[in-house]
């Protein structure tokens, strides 16, 4: 992640991050929608959505292309982080992530209304880190993984056809999970106050103000005072 | 019905299958086994497989016919993300040619390994049952032209008690009757037990992907619908706390 510091803000996603993000955006909305056309269009009410977009047949093709534009997007990513970077990221989860992210969500969930003191969130939140790590590492590569299967089997000839209908409903279950979190995703980001100044940036110049960097990532504060110093 | 007891492996039912269809005939080789073709393809939607056993009088043939069971609630129609395949009152399982997209979901969850996919059409095919014969009341090619009744067709009910006859009176097995749940349209009275003729070992329960998979498309509606309303419920008590906050401040 780039970091640096311009006038009372500081850059929290590069040109890179923003990139990787709106074309994710762009290919997870029409697979979600394209999906969810292949998934429902023997519900009679919801056939609607494929003759929208051309017919059944139409959007299977549109279901690969996006599904190439994911693709393609995850090997830039890769090949950015892993060759370029190599492996230099603060996105790797510790101890303290992982109980921070169940006390948020439990007060989230309502079930407490006391949060965690903030002084462990660094640059990267650990609702950031379940993100990045469950959402879009395991999330991702099962849904290539089984979308790639379902679209040519000729390709994993050592999975025998009887396996394929598990491949089937892993792909199906990754697109209910895929959707319930994309849901929670946008709807978190953007009716909480807290959390727009990130909305903002990703979509924006890419910088938050540094009022906002204090009151909610302490640590990245902490760390920016330093460099500074 | 089909009786391997009876079977000849004349492999006439293979030939008329092929012209009823008009179906082109596939390049082949001999086989060890002399099973010719040695499998299914979008073109060959039924072959008789023969089984070569050392039994009380020495080398015997067995045969067995290899198409689609026509499974009572069939897997295949409940995957196809179009509807594309109906199961009919006579019995048959049809796949609507110009409905289908080729997806291959049936291919995935057809416990009898049956369905093939054609590369050339991006379509799917197999055995459906003559449907356009028996809608004109006329029995399947295959079993118009058998030629020692090995193999019959009639009502589901009719058959399945005969084949349990004829399964108890040659001390055999039967295959079919309780396969996938309520059991197929094709019944098998074979003398070996099923699994030593190649007969896949066919689940007596429904798949269990595709019972969870058909809460899918409920659970995704539930699922987006209560993130929302969490979302909401959230929304609403931040706003009530900053209210209170605010008013007790004051």
């Not at chain 1, 394209?34 to 139409?58: C, N, P, S």
């Not at chain 2, 979008?42 to 067995?64: A, L, M, S």
Request: charged share 20%; net charge positive.
């Amino acid at each position: 992640m780039v970091e640096g510091k311009t006038g009372e803000r500081v850059l929290r996603w590069g040109r890179l991050e923003r990139s990787e993000h709106i074309h994710l955006v762009i290919a997870a909305a029409f697979l979600m929608v394209t999906g969810a056309a292949l998934l429902f269009y023997r519900v009679a009410e919801l056939r609607w959505i494929a003759d929208m977009l051309g017919g059944i047949a139409a959007v299977r093709v549109l279901h690969r292309v996006f599904g190439a534009l994911l693709i393609a997007v995850v090997v830039v990513h890769l090949f950015t982080r892993i060759v370029v970077r190599r492996l230099r990221s603060k996105m790797w989860p510790t101890v303290k992530d992982m109980r921070y992210f169940f006390a948020v969500a439990a007060n989230h969930l309502g079930w407490t209304e006391k949060l965690p003191p903030k002084e462990v969130l660094g640059f990267f939140d650990p609702i950031a880190k379940f993100n990045y790590w469950v959402v879009g590492v395991v999330g991702l590569t099962l849904q290539i993984g089984t979308g790639l299967v379902l679209m040519e089997p000729d390709w994993f000839p050592w999975i025998p056809a009887s396996m394929r209908g598990w491949v089937l409903l892993l792909h199906s279950l990754g697109f209910l999970f895929g959707l319930i979190w994309l849901t929670f995703h946008v709807a978190f980001s953007t009716l909480f106050s807290e959390y727009r100044p990130l909305v903002e940036a990703m979509f924006g110049d890419g910088t938050v103000p540094l009022e906002w960097v204090k009151e909610h990532l302490p640590g990245w504060y902490e760390e920016l005072e330093k460099s500074k110093a | 019905m089909y009786d391997s007891t009876k079977c000849i492996g004349c492999r006439a039912c293979q030939v008329a299958c092929k012209r009823w269809n008009d179906l082109p005939a596939e390049k082949t080789s001999l086989s060890p086994d002399w099973t010719n073709p040695p499998d299914l393809s979008p073109v060959t939607w039924n072959y008789i497989r023969f089984v070569g056993k050392n039994g009380e009088n020495g080398f015997e043939w067995h045969f067995v016919s290899v198409r689609c069971m026509h499974c009572v609630d069939p897997p295949c129609a409940r995957a196809c993300p179009v509807g594309a395949i109906t199961k009919y009152e006579e019995g048959p399982v049809v796949i609507n040619q110009e409905k289908c997209i080729g997806c291959r979901y049936c291919v995935a969850v057809c416990p009898f390994e049956v369905p093939r996919y054609d590369k050339a059409t991006g379509k799917v095919y197999k055995c459906h049952m003559c449907y356009d014969r028996i809608k004109e009341g006329l029995e399947p090619a295959c079993v118009a032209t058998c030629p020692t009744g090995a193999l019959s067709f009639g009502d589901r009910e009719t058959l399945l008690s005969r084949a349990r006859e004829r399964a108890s009176t040659v001390n055999g097995y039967l295959y079919g009757a309780d396969e996938i749940e309520k059991g197929t349209s094709v019944f098998i009275v074979t003398k070996l037990p099923p699994a030593e003729l190649g007969l896949p070992d066919a689940p007596k329960t429904y798949p269990l992907y595709l019972s969870i998979r058909e809460y899918v498309r409920p659970l995704t509606g539930v699922g987006v619908a209560a993130v929302l309303l969490l979302a909401g419920l959230r929304v609403l008590f931040t706003r009530k706390r900053e209210v209170a906050e605010k008013s007790g401040g004051e």
